[in-house]
Nanobody, 122 residues
Framework: VQLQAFGGGLVQAGGSLRLSCAASGRTFNNYVMGWFRQAPGKEREFVAA????????YYMDSVKGRFTLVRDNAKNTMYLQMDRLKPEDTAVYYC????????????????WGQGTQVTVSS
């Protein structure tokens, strides 16, 4: 599966951004689509993921209640709505797809899109 991410940018703290990730190519019903992020000098970390069907999501603790992940099956696209952004959310965000629901490990996601920069100013 090929993934393409869109929607990064610069926003003030407390603002919102929406990231998109469009999938194409061969997919499987048991696939999981997710977002990871990597800030400068830090390791990549899991952000959120959703079943390919769109039923079932899970998030890292620090974004719960602020980020919402949904999937548009007709468009093969997932959207990460990010509200009440904080400076610590600044990172390059990557979308990924894999086959293990519940995993937060990058190694369990075998397809990756290009990153999109999110910068939150204080």
């Amino acid at each position: 599966v090929q993934l393409q991410a869109f929607g990064g940018g610069l926003v003030q703290a407390g603002g919102s951004l929406r990231l998109s990730c469009a999938a194409s190519g061969r997919t499987f019903n048991n696939y999981v689509m997710g977002w990871f992020r990597q800030a400068p000098g830090k390791e990549r970390e899991f952000v959120a993921a959703i079943r390919w069907s769109g039923l079932g999501t899970y998030y890292m603790d620090s974004v719960k209640g602020r980020f919402t992940l949904v999937r548009d099956n007709a468009k093969n696209t997932m959207y990460l709505q990010m509200d009440r952004l904080k400076p610590e959310d600044t990172a390059v965000y990557y979308c990924a797809a894999g086959g293990k629901y519940g995993s937060r490990r990058g190694a369990d996601f075998d397809s990756w899109g290009q990153g999109t920069q999110v910068t939150v100013s204080s």
